[in-house]
Structures are given as structure tokens and as C-alpha cells.
């Protein structure tokens, strides 16, 4: 079965970092980027950036530069996002999803999502 | 940074009728790289759109997508009672991506 599975919720003091892991099964990681978006609740998605899972390669959204760090293992075809400097405002649901650069037919697999919840 | 607006915020509708979401880009989007997608309360999206008028795999005939430039729209021909959700359209492939705000459908 296709699909991206995501870690679990977090509840996060202002000022630390969150690392969310994203795990592909069912097709070729090393084939796609990933993408990373967030949702405040009750809100639009924001896109947050993108990484070529097979050499690593990124692009991050200026508004989360030196925040925001995406890598890979892909001897367990994880993604991960990091976002450190926390701050209520990263309170949102994160999502990775799937992207082919060749195909670009949009983000067709998602993960099921990340609550992440930044609070004192 | 191309910003799309969605109209209207929500829409009221009864199964069986046509509802006509609209999505609207303040620049051209390229390629006419637009989706949309479908999103039910606590489940990530799914993709119904790409390349903004093919359906995505496994996606019923009812749902349709037109649109070039900076004005796309999105159709569903007679709504059955599992379609009201909010649904998002984005604009992607140039590493640029950004979302509308999303229309809600709810059953009138």
C-alpha cells in the first residue's frame, strides 16, 4: 500500500525544536521529493519547502529560513522535518506529501499528518 | 508570491445539485500547474485535480476541473452526501507553491 506515515503528536515548550518523521512504504522513495505543509487549525495550508529525497537536495520558504531543516535516511525511506525557535504560532498540524518532479501531477500521497503544539 | 483566492468560503448545497468552486490567482499560474484537493475533518487531503482539469487516480467522474492563466474552477456535477468538505486549490512546480484559503461545501 502506498503511503507516508507520519510520528506522532507534540507538545512543545517556546524556544525548543520539534523533529517529525515521515515514513514512505509501498513505492520507491528515492523516486520523489518530499514536500512539508502546515495547517493551523481551522486555517489554509502553508507550504513550508521541499527536499529530493534521493540526493538530499532542499528548498525552504524564506519565512522559515534558518528554522527549518529537512533531511533523510534512506536506508529507512524516512523524510524528516525539523523546525527549531518554536513559537505559539508553529502550533499547526504538519503534513508531509509526495511530489514527482517528472510527472508533476501535484502532491498525490499525503501523510495523515502532525500535531504539533508549542505552549508554556 | 502568487496568492489564490477561493470563492465563495462556503457554499450551501443539497445532494444532487452542481456545485461551482472557483479559485483565482493574483498572477499566472505557470503551466497551469494548479490542484485541488478535498479535505474531511481530521484527514489529510486528498488529491481530486492536477495540471488543472485531470483527475488524480481513482477519482469519480462527477468531480472536474477547468480553467487557464489566473481563473480555475472546479465542478461537481451532482453532489452525493460524502462530498461536503472543504476543498483547497494550490498552485506547485515551481517551487513557489502556495494554497488558496479553502471553500467549505455544507449540505443546505
Known amino acids: 500500500q502506498v503511503q507516508l506515515v507520519q510520528s506522532g503528536a507534540e507538545v512543545k515548550k517556546p524556544g525548543a525544536s520539534v523533529k517529525v518523521s515521515c515514513r514512505a512504504s509501498?513505492?520507491?522513495?528515492?523516486?520523489?521529493?518530499i514536500e512539508w505543509v502546515r495547517q493551523v487549525p481551522g486555517q489554509g495550508f502553508e507550504w513550508m519547502g521541499w527536499m529530493n529525497a534521493n540526493n538530499g537536495n532542499t528548498g525552504y520558504v524564506q519565512k522559515f529560513q534558518g528554522r527549518v531543516t529537512m533531511t533523510r535516511d534512506t536506508s529507512i525511506s524516512t523524510a524528516y522535518m525539523e523546525l527549531s525557535s518554536l513559537r505559539s504560532e508553529d502550533t499547526a498540524v504538519y503534513y508531509c506529501?509526495?511530489?514527482?518532479?517528472?510527472?508533476?501531477?501535484?502532491?498525490?500521497?499525503w501523510g495523515q499528518g502532525t500535531m504539533v503544539t508549542v505552549s508554556s | 508570491e502568487s496568492v489564490l483566492t477561493q470563492s465563495p468560503g462556503t457554499l450551501s448545497l443539497s445532494p444532487g445539485e452542481r456545485a461551482t468552486l472557483s479559485c483565482r490567482a493574483s498572477q499566472s499560474v505557470g503551466s497551469n500547474y494548479l490542484a485541488w484537493y478535498q479535505q474531511k475533518p481530521g484527514q489529510a487531503p486528498r488529491l481530486l485535480i492536477h495540471d488543472a482539469s485531470s483527475r488524480a487516480s481513482g477519482i469519480p467522474e462527477r468531480f472536474s476541473g477547468s480553467g487557464s492563466g489566473t481563473d480555475f474552477t472546479l465542478t461537481i456535477s451532482r453532489l452525493e452526501p460524502e462530498d461536503f468538505a472543504v476543498y483547497h486549490c494550490?498552485?506547485?512546480?515551481?517551487?513557489?507553491?502556495?494554497f488558496g484559503q479553502g471553500t467549505r461545501l455544507e449540505i443546505k
Open positions: 494550490h498552485q506547485y512546480g515551481y517551487g513557489r507553491d502556495t
Open positions: 509501498g513505492f520507491t522513495f528515492t523516486s520523489y521529493d
Open positions: 506529501a509526495r511530489y514527482d518532479t517528472r510527472q508533476r501531477n501535484a502532491f498525490d500521497i
